[in-house]
């Protein structure tokens, strides 16, 4: 798996951020609790549609 892996990686945070993020900030959770939803459901432990661990981790540390 090489760079594509990683752009649909990005591409599809990027999509369930911008339908997610309104929804949570429409129910006045804020947006880090949609990021934080994201990454679980999303995630190895949820529906592990993002399951490259150690890239998540760098690609995560560029965000903080």
Do not use: C, N, T
């Amino acid at each position: 798996m090489g760079e594509s892996s990683h752009q649909s990686d990005i591409l599809l945070l990027l999509v369930a951020l911008l339908i997610f993020v309104p929804l949570a900030e429409k129910l006045r959770l804020g947006s880090v609790a949609a990021y934080l939803g994201i990454g679980i459901a999303l995630g190895p432990s949820g529906l592990g549609w993002i399951s490259d661990d150690h890239d998540m981790r760098s690609l995560a540390e560029l965000g903080v």
